[in-house]
Nanobody, 125 residues
């Protein structure tokens, strides 16, 4: 059973930065695609970013492109989301997710098989 634990959320002023991390245990981390999603209060979860098994392919939502960077460290079984130039509209709960091994990473929730519990990010002055 794969377990994912997010960390790094918190409160930050507009224009600030945060780095989220998600540590995985169990499963085959280096063979699995990884993604970050977020959920605004009362809204469905939405795609933020994803990264392929090798880290060579990344995808971003238009709303975060140029501000957020997804990366992974297979040796540490950890995926990161560096969030820069944060805006109040980035306030949400952020979730990491992983595919089963060898699946092509994508932008849709249904493509991911395991999810973390979420971490709250609040951007406010």
């Amino acid at each position: 059973q794969v377990q994912l634990v997010e960390a790094g959320g918190g409160s930050v002023q507009p224009g600030g930065s945060l780095r989220l991390s998600c540590a995985a245990s169990g499963g085959n981390f280096s063979s699995s695609g990884l993604g970050w999603f977020r959920q605004f209060s009362g809204k469905p979860r939405e795609f933020v970013a994803s990264i392929s098994q090798s880290g060579g392919v990344t995808y971003y939502a238009d709303s975060v492109k140029g501000r957020f960077i997804i990366s992974r460290d297979n040796a540490k079984s950890t995926v990161y989301l560096q969030m820069n130039s944060l805006k109040p509209e980035d306030t949400a709960s952020y979730y990491c997710a992983t595919t089963s091994p060898w699946k092509i990473v994508g932008r849709q929730e249904y493509e991911y098989d395991y999810w973390g519990q979420g971490t709250q990010v609040t951007v406010s002055s």
